[in-house]
């Protein structure tokens, strides 16, 4: 039977374990408590009387607690009622478990309850064969205190777990022998603190107390405030308010505070994404200005207090350039992964400028597109500089660092993912087709910024004559006639990689596809080659690099989604647009909870249920997100100068719809739908 | 490190650091950093002033905005682009208190490896490769 996997998760730190609370490494998941990249608990193992318990039931409370109903005995065994645990964990800047024992007997129980503690101080790159490390163990029984301690060079991590209740404390756990009186019982909190070596002093026992809920109350009232400051949503299909609601509430989870900022922005998600990753935090704000602007201004600040600034191979940085990744770990610090900053990306950029534009397009913030004039305009500029690698104009990439670098530096970044129909890898530096439809829109957008607040209509012009001269210059060299689509990808010497894949999508919410191409296109994405029943595959059956369960030559992606079906509404494709949408909704219907990453890409009808891919993280916050976008993208809300416009193509079958309470330039706005099918669709728009 | 590298000391390239405007700083930013160079027995103190795209380099041990501390030997590394002040942070080599945002500041600063190529280079040299 699969595994059942139980997490908390706040900030940037999550832990990871079985269903009845326990935790042991596996080559295969980041079981354990991790922090900034790196593992604090890899051996966590409850027993009673050496008994390993069983899991009753659970109370998933929130993202950032979780309780489990335990008995003693294995499922083998008759369940002895006599004695039961509840097993409190909760996360924040710390680790707390609490741990009650209830004797429900009318006899006095005599119990030895046991905290198998351990850990291996693993980054989260190495999970599936963690480096055997040196670690220092120290019991200090006067404080109730075991230390584990990890250093390398001046690098060090430690973690200290200490309990209330007095314990007797060996090299690997803490041991209570304990009387509890008929139907009473009895009490400890376990506190894991985790230190950083010269991160500003975590002063672990000061803070372990007050400080402590004092943060869990703080976390409770700001999930609390954010769902109630997003939109509210009122369906006739129950489901969708439900997924709604779960969504909002992974991405108030998935939110960190890095070092340098005090206001959080998205992490990519759990498990191995824990940190910002550009590309998915600003897809991610994207996804969801209607509904949570707030995540944008400060996500966009920090990317550009993180903009590259040097040129310097090993992180594949150049001056402009927006970041890939903010890594903390131990094989960032010494070079056995990308960098700390790593900037080995060439969408990120263009996707700036993209967010900065929308954002305001939504929300009227002038300040903030004054603000981030300087980063914009370096970031315009890196296009041409540093993007433009044989002078052909294209956006193109080359990982400057082969040996730890990201070979495909697009959002399909596994190595194999950029191929010909045949298979045979691409040339480089390659092409991709999504990234000059991003640099088309972030042209023409920042256009529209230089003329509107940079008081630069020279700038604009210029931008605007590039942008019309890329368009026209792409629409001669990625089609392709015979086949009716646009191509991959071009290789240095122009030659076209033709297979058909998810990318044409992105094109036409780029805005970059020619009119009359615009029909071939949609009608390709909701083909039996690309449409899966359960949303575009990212490459084509019936080409030879397909295969159902790799994650870009094949998959489903909910992010990848969103944005295709943001772009057929956009040429006024609302049937297709409906039926990928309905598609995904599907998806995360037959699954229930968070929205997965990737599906496997096998035709719906040969599989009936969503295939889950083992690699495959959850929640994330672009998986999340996505399903907020389509829901925007289905009831066609749009900027439309000082106004929200409002103009719905739902689904067949997906009944009545109002969000209510949109934020923006125009202050609260609502907004109604109903199914009637896209030929019905009546012309009525409301303008608020 | 003699020879035809350009190694420099902290102390060379803060000195010869100009104060002309750095049109690759972002204007917004601005705040006082503190550098003290760790040595065996003494700290060398300097002050980095950043205003307006402009950096004014003085000696002063006044608190800062920012104060980052390490041993010379690590700050002629990174003065000599040959370590990122990120990755130092992140081995603990550096040490860093107050305003965080502008050691994202002082990245920019500091130079970037000296045989760093420029992408179009190395595309270059991948096509030599084929």
Redo the contacts between chains.
């Keep these: 039977m699969k595994q059942e996997w139980v997490y908390v998760l706040a900030g940037n730190a999550f832990a990871i374990s079985d269903a009845q609370g326990d935790m042991e490494p596996d080559p295969q998941v980041p079981v354990g408590l991790f922090s900034f990249d790196t593992r604090f608990l890899s051996r966590w193992v409850l027993t009673v009387d050496g008994e390993r318990l069983k899991a009753l039931s659970r109370d998933d409370m929130s993202h950032f607690d979780t309780r489990f109903f335990l008995v003693p005995g294995t499922a083998s065994h008759y369940v002895d009622a006599d004695v039961s645990v509840i097993r409190h964990r909760s996360l924040d800047d710390s680790f707390t478990e609490r741990l009650t024992v209830l004797n429900h007997s009318a006899q006095p129980a005599e119990l030895v309850v046991r905290m198998e503690i351990g850990n291996d101080f693993a980054d989260i790159s190495e999970i599936s064969q963690p480096r055997r490390r040196d670690i220092a163990i120290d019991v200090d029984r006067a404080r109730r205190e075991l230390r584990l301690c990890y250093r390398r060079?001046?690098?060090?991590r430690d973690v200290v777990v200490s309990s209330t209740a007095p314990a007797e404390i060996d090299r690997n756990g803490m041991t209570f022998r304990i009387r509890v009186e008929p139907n009473g019982q009895w009490e400890t909190r376990l506190y894991v603190t985790m230190v950083g070596?010269?991160e500003?002093g975590h002063d672990m026992r000061a803070d372990l107390t007050t400080y402590q809920q004092h943060v869990r109350v703080r976390m409770r009232d700001e999930l609390r405030d954010w769902l109630d400051r997003a939109p509210r949503l009122v369906a006739e299909d129950d489901f969708l308010t439900t997924l709604y609601r779960d969504s909002l509430g992974d991405l108030a989870a998935l939110r960190y505070e890095p070092?340098?900022s005090t206001v959080p922005v998205p992490v990519g998600g759990l498990p191995w994404a824990m940190t910002l990753v550009g590309r998915d935090a600003m897809i991610s704000c994207l996804q969801t200005l209607p509904f949570t602007p707030e995540l944008a201004p400060p996500t966009l600040r920090l990317l550009?207090?993180?903009q590259g600034?040097?040129?310097?191979?090993?992180?594949d940085?150049?001056?402009g350039k927006i970041l890939a990744a903010l890594r903390?770990g131990e094989a960032?610090?010494?070079?056995e992964q990308p960098?700390?900053?790593y900037y080995g990306a060439a969408d990120t950029t263009p996707l700036f400028v993209i967010l900065l534009d929308e954002y305001e397009r939504w929300s009227g913030d002038a300040e903030l597109v004054r603000?981030l004039r300087?980063?914009a305009r370096?970031a315009l500029d890196w296009i041409d500089e540093?993007?433009d690698?044989?002078?052909d104009g294209y956006l193109?990439y080359?990982c400057?660092d082969p040996r730890n670098g990201t070979v495909n530096q697009c959002w399909k970044d596994s190595p194999g993912a950029i191929v010909h129909r045949d298979g045979r890898e691409a040339?480089?530096?390659r092409a991709t087709c999504e990234l000059q439809g991003y640099a088309y829109d972030a042209k023409r957008r920042g256009a529209r910024l230089a003329r509107e607040f940079w008081d630069d209509p020279a700038y604009a012009d210029q931008l605007e004559h590039q942008a019309a001269q890329l368009r026209q210059r792409f629409n001669r060299d990625f089609w392709l006639p015979q086949r009716g689509h646009y191509a991959l990808a071009l290789e240095?010497d122009g030659t076209p990689v033709e297979t058909l894949t998810s990318n044409i999508g992105h094109l036409l919410w780029s805005g970059i596809v020619d009119d009359d191409r615009a029909a071939a296109v949609a009608d390709h994405l909701v083909g039996p080659e690309l449409f899966s029943g359960w949303g575009v595959r990212t490459l084509a059956a019936g080409q030879r690099p397909y295969n159902p369960l790799g994650s870009h030559v094949g998959a489903v992606w909910p992010s990848d989604n969103s944005l295709i079906v943001a772009g057929l509404r956009r040429y006024g494709r609302e049937e297709q647009a409906a039926r990928i949408a309905a598609g995904v909704l599907d998806v995360a219907r037959t699954i229930g909870g968070s929205v997965p990453e990737v599906i496997a890409g096998y035709p719906r009808q040969l599989t009936t249920f969503p295939v889950q891919l083992p690699a495959a993280g959850r929640p994330q916050a672009w998986s999340s997100a996505a399903l907020l976008m389509m829901l925007a993208t289905l009831l066609g809300l749009e900027p439309c100068g000082e106004n929200l416009l409002v103009d719905p193509a739902l689904p067949p079958g997906s009944g009545r719809m109002e969000l209510l309470d949109i934020p923006g330039r125009w202050g609260l706005a609502d907004a109604y739908g109903r199914d009637r099918g896209p030929r019905e669709r009546s012309s009525r728009r409301r303008l608020h | 490190m003699w020879g035809g590298t350009t190694t420099a000391s902290v102390t060379e390239y803060l000195r010869g650091l100009g104060s002309g405007r750095r049109p690759?700083l972002?204007?917004?930013?601005n705040g006082t950093l503190r550098l003290d160079v760790r040595e065996v027995g003494s700290t060398e103190h300097w002050y980095l002033t950043v205003v307006d795209q402009h950096v004014e380099v003085t000696r002063s041990d006044d608190d800062a905005d920012l104060v980052v501390r390490a041993d010379r030997r690590v700050l002629d590394r990174i003065a000599a682009g040959r370590i990122?002040p990120?990755?130092a942070?992140?081995?603990?080599?550096l040490?860093v208190?107050g305003d965080?945002?502008l050691?994202?500041l002082l990245?920019?600063i500091f130079?970037?490896?000296p045989?760093?190529?420029?992408?179009?280079e190395?595309?270059r040299g991948?096509?030599a490769h084929?």
């Design positions: 060079e001046r690098f060090g070596l010269g500003h070092l340098s550009a207090l993180l600034g040097r040129l310097d191979d090993e992180h940085e150049e001056p903390y960032a610090a010494f070079g960098g700390a900053l603000q300087h980063p370096m540093y993007g690698l044989t002078g193109r080359l400057r040339g480089l530096p240095p | 690759d972002p204007g917004t930013t990122h990120a990755t942070l992140m081995r603990n080599e040490t208190r965080f945002r050691f994202m990245r920019r130079p970037g490896p045989d760093a190529r420029h992408p179009r190395a595309a991948e096509d084929r």
